[in-house]
């Protein structure tokens, strides 16, 4: 059908068309992400313990060169995935970061107060319980292990308890668990940084003056902006930070705001429509600078962020993130090891660390009347929030992966495999059984 109804325009239907609508409902529902995952987990979880586990783990340790004259990059599998195909995933998380301060739950500080302490607390306590147990031992570096939020099992949870979460709740959590991502940041940045070469950083921090210098300027090429990109990571990469910083970085500097207004928006598309209804009386080569203009400036009624978030969701959604868990998630079960006292540290830090800290700090600011529990959340509902919250997953393996090495690893991955499960099992449950909520506060 090609025809245009009211504000719809649809493009002819072809047979792969048809064949692709279902993948692309898919992975448009919020939930999908979270199952992907969980379904990538637990293939991981299989191979590991199967009789293909030698191999399985160690594809990932592959060898790879990349060299372009001086410049090289060498590494296994593995290590260009979780410092080079995840800066991508941080990119999202920085631009996801910056929506939520320019036009989001963070844009005023009533707003925000209420999550931003709820984050605090729900990564200050889990640290201090897992420190509490692991001082002067070897898994001590593991401190940040249990201080994040993984947001798409949490959207999942949400998405399947359905009606049992309150609009308040959800928003509440979706903003803590942005919060949450702030905080893993700068813990990824200030805790686990070894051997800073400042030649390479003062490089990387000459990059980015020049990307803000040049968007100030009316810089809008994405294809530019993506080149500085690389070379900022490439920059960081070398300079001893780790490198998925400069994904978030460069989500911070994506312009958050369109060029045009939707009225303006409207106005190109009426002009489209007279363009498009009198092409028999244009050149082609008149009517495809008119339509190459008209994209243009479709394109800026959308803010850059928005765009590259829309066109990044899918692929790091239901790629890079599953490739990450597939390297990461798989590790040999030992009895051993579940109970080891890094294993039941992170366990403990997530189960009972995470709610307990959301909770007492939300409880604080409430009382000091800095914020206000949302509509249709009670503290019995909050609390169920807080345990969903102990779903460390993605950015708990990732600084696992940083923080600990060899059997202490292992120890800490089956930590957070357990504690992330046991989490969302009793956050469930607790948001099933508890009264259904009622539109007025609690």
């Known amino acids: 059908m090609q025809s245009i109804d009211g504000d719809t325009l649809d493009l002819p239907r072809k047979p792969l068309d048809r064949m692709l609508d279902p993948v692309v409902r898919f992975m448009h529902i919020e939930a999908s992400s979270g199952i992907v995952l969980l379904l990538v987990t637990a293939a991981a979880l299989v191979l ?21 004259g001086s410049l090289r990059f060498a590494g296994s599998l593995e290590y260009l995935i979780n410092d080079g195909l995840m800066a991508a995933f941080f990119f999202v998380v920085g631009m ?38 692991q001082w002067g031992k070897p898994g001590s570096p593991g401190w940040g292990i249990p201080m994040a939020t993984d947001i798409a099992f949490v959207v999942g949870c949400m998405a399947i308890l359905g009606r049992r979460v309150p609009h308040g709740l959800r928003v509440m959590l979706l903003t803590l668990a942005i919060a949450d991502d702030i905080g893993a940041i700068l813990v990824i940045a200030l805790g686990y940084s070894r051997g ?27 294809i530019a902006f993506g080149m500085f990109g690389l070379m900022v990571w490439f920059a960081v990469l070398q300079s001893g930070v780790h490198a998925t910083i400069a994904g978030v970085i460069m989500g911070l500097l994506t312009p958050a705001r369109p060029r045009l207004d939707t009225s303006v928006l409207s106005r190109v598309m009426d002009r489209a429509q007279t363009t498009a209804a009198g092409e028999q009386e244009l050149s082609t080569a008149h009517l495809a600078q008119r339509i190459h203009r008209f994209r243009e400036l479709s394109r800026e009624a959308m803010s850059p962020l928005d765009y590259l978030v829309h066109a990044l969701h899918p692929w790091v959604s239901f790629g890079i993130m ?34 307990v800290g959301v909770v007492l700090t939300s409880l604080l600011v409430v ?3 800095i914020a206000q529990l949302p509509a249709g959340v009670s503290w019995a509902r909050l609390a169920g929030g807080g345990l969903l919250c102990g779903i460390g997953f993605t950015m708990a393996l990732f600084i696992d992966g940083l ?40």
């Open 196 to 222: 800073i070469n400042w030649g390479w950083l003062g490089l990387a921090a000459g990059f980015m003056a020049l990307v803000i210098v040049l968007l100030r300027a009316g810089m809008r090429s994405l």
């Open 48 to 68: 590991a313990n199967s009789a293909a586990s030698e191999a399985f783990l160690h594809f990932w340790h592959t060898p790879l060169v990349l060299q372009i």
């Open 367 to 369: 009382r000091l009347r």
């Open 96 to 133: 996801e970061v910056k929506r939520e301060f320019a036009v989001g739950e963070l844009t005023t500080i009533r707003r925000a107060a209420l999550p931003i302490a709820a984050a605090i607390g729900g990564m200050l306590v889990p640290a201090a319980i897992y420190l509490s147990m």
């Open 322 to 355: 599953p490739l990450f868990a597939l390297a990461n998630a798989g590790v040999p079960f030992h009895f051993s090891d579940a109970r080891s006292s890094i294993s039941i540290a992170v366990v403990l830090a997530l189960v009972i660390g995470k709610p």
């Open 403 to 442: 923080a600990l090495k060899g059997d202490s690893l292992d120890m800490a991955k089956i930590g957070v495999l357990a504690g992330s499960a046991i989490s969302a099992i009793l956050g469930m449950l607790l948001l099933v059984f508890l009264p259904a909520p009622t539109l007025g506060r609690c």
